[in-house]
């Protein structure tokens, strides 16, 4: 069955960092961009940055610029978010996805960052 199951998620405290994984399983993520998403509860699932598959381009929301940094390993099948910096206001359940042929929704991985 084809999904994608993130993890690395955890409890940190402001300016920390996190590196976040995201694995494929039943299928291979060359040909797709990546991205990742976040979600608080109450609140829609809003984009936090994409990686392309053409030439690894990379596309950031403004408020994670400069903090964040999405990467992706083909041959493993994964891709990863590197976390920098992080701020209360990160706190999220962490998805990825591909956006332009979704998936089914994973569980998610949990980020917590207090202050």
């Known amino acids: 069955q084809a999904q994608l199951v993130e993890s690395g998620g955890g409890l940190v405290q402001s300016g920390e960092s996190l590196r976040l994984s995201c694995v494929a399983s039943?299928?291979?993520?060359?040909?797709?961009?990546i991205g990742w998403f976040r979600q608080v509860p109450g609140k829609g699932r809003e984009g936090v940055v994409c990686?392309?598959?053409?030439?690894?381009?990379?596309y950031y929301a403004e408020s994670m610029k400069g903090r964040f940094t999405i990467s992706r390993d083909n041959a493993k099948k994964m891709g990863y978010l590197q976390m920098n910096s992080l701020k209360p206001e990160d706190t999220a359940v962490y998805y990825c996805?591909?956006?332009?042929?979704?998936?089914?929704w994973g569980q998610g991985t949990q980020v917590t960052v207090s202050s």
């Open positions: 039943g299928f291979s993520l060359n040909s797709y961009t």
């Open positions: 990686i392309s598959d053409s030439d690894d381009s990379a």
């Open positions: 996805n591909l956006p332009t042929s979704l998936r089914p």
